[in-house]
DNA sequence: TGAATAGTGTCTTTCAGACAATATGCC
DNA sequence: GGCATATTGTCTGAAAGACACTATTCA
């Protein structure tokens, strides 16, 4: 039986910890761990996800998801944040750790186990030239995706599964809308991921009756008809119900 | 921006890649990836986990998970199973991934992220005696566990939210369960997990209901009183609902 | 006043939950 | 016949789903 930790002496790097002396590279490789993050967000009634187009060898010139390897003084929460702000500029935003994806052969040169987190910004907080030195970085609808590097269409599959499910039994769409908001437009969000039509009067009896929202007393008034009532989550913090 | 790959070849090791001249360990550390494994099952009317006994420092002689470091040409699933043979000798049990915790200080002597996995196994597989050398390894009710190493208590809990809310929207029960079981013994199942009482006639509408299920027209006789019809489930692989 | 979106209520069906009596086999 | 567990159905309340008309603002 292996104790956790008892093969630790002689696999890991530590400082404290002296390494034998025939120490050698290749019998004791580890892993290299990276954080890749899918960014959500809902533009012109579509759900997008944040795509980056490789520089360099292996799938170069194709799209992946953005992500980078892990510092060693940063948990994974933390680099997957600092990814994001580097590609998008955005705080404050829903982040959720998805799955840790590690096969043998999904990097061809080498071992990489990756931990993706999926984040769901509004679309509003979207100013990627602002944040970014790189020329290719685009929005691509979930529906007409390129093709992916590595196994990232796997990844984003994966993602599309908890986000459908997810809604139905959380609030996490706040992140995907402005503090406050119309119920037309919540609803559109839900349609939108779904891929479905809802009724109306039924989602409202729903959605209200989840006590998760709160009128503001403002309207919105964006054209020739009626304005709309402005409403708020009252949490802007993960809430599961159900 | 950081694309993907784009620092590997710097902090990773690979045997087709060259490392820079100046290569120093403590430059380009990478942490240490280890597999953690729950193995949960149903005894004595109580849901149980499996612990071992530390037999080194840090955490000497506390109880942790099993668990060890993945191999370099193993998946992470194919790790935690080689872990589950270890501890168990159980084949052919559910198995999940369950989250990835990789906080910065969980081990005191170095980086390690871990993949946590959780089993669920019959209560009619255990055999620990046979199938592992370490004097220590102990089941505990989960209503009773020891003081735990590093982050374990926190994993445990995880494994909890998880296993309790997953039971009600899937057939992931069958892990836990011989073959051919009574309604009364898959209806214990749920009261244990979920720690309450439930309604015979409404348990067995519900479950019913589901399709999961099939009669196998063979009856139980297990004392002096009538005999159980033995059901199974359709499928034992992991079917999600509602 | 026409166009465009906001806002609202009823009916039906389905599902969840409370609840108790009979059936069968072994001793 | 006594004991222990197995098996079965009804009623009620809550929630989900189908469905259509009126309200308000601006051009």
Redesign the interface.
């Given at each position: 039986?292996?104790?956790?930790?008892?093969?630790?002496i002689f696999?890991?790097?530590?400082?404290?910890?002296k390494l034998p002396e025939k120490y050698n590279?290749?019998d004791y490789?580890?892993?290299?761990?990276?954080v890749?993050i899918l960014v959500f967000t809902i533009e012109a009634s579509e759900l997008k996800v944040l795509l980056?187009k490789?520089?360099?060898e292996?799938f170069k010139d194709e799209w992946?998801?953005?992500?980078?390897?892990?510092k060693?003084?940063?948990?994974?929460?933390a680099a997957a944040l600092r990814?994001l702000v580097?590609?998008t500029g955005v705080k404050n935003v829903y982040l959720e750790?998805l799955?840790?994806f590690?096969?043998?052969n999904r990097?061809p040169?080498?071992?990489?186990?990756t931990?993706a987190y999926f984040a769901l910004v509004p679309s509003a907080k979207l100013d990627l030239k602002a944040s970014?030195?790189?020329a290719d970085?685009a929005w691509f609808p979930i529906k007409k995706l390129p093709k992916l590097?590595?196994d990232h269409k796997k990844i984003i599959d994966y993602a599309m599964n908890r986000l459908t499910s997810k809604i139905e039994y959380s609030n996490i769409v706040y992140g995907l809308l402005p503090i406050k908001f119309r119920l037309s437009e919540l609803q559109k969000v839900y349609e939108v991921i779904l891929s479905k039509k809802m009724d109306k009067r039924n989602f409202r009896k729903w959605i209200l009756s989840l006590g998760l929202l709160e009128a503001t007393g403002e309207k919105d008034t964006d054209g020739a008809h009626r304005p709309a009532e402005l409403f708020k989550f009252k949490k802007r913090e993960p809430v599961l119900f159900d």
């Open positions: 039986m292996t104790f956790l930790g008892f093969q630790r696999v890991c790097m530590s400082d404290t910890i590279l290749n490789q580890c892993p290299s761990v990276t890749d980056i490789r520089a360099i292996p992946a998801l953005p992500g980078g390897f892990i060693m003084d940063e948990s994974l929460e990814e580097q590609e750790q799955y840790t590690g096969d043998t990097d040169r080498s071992r990489v186990i931990v970014t030195d790189a970085v590097a590595f």
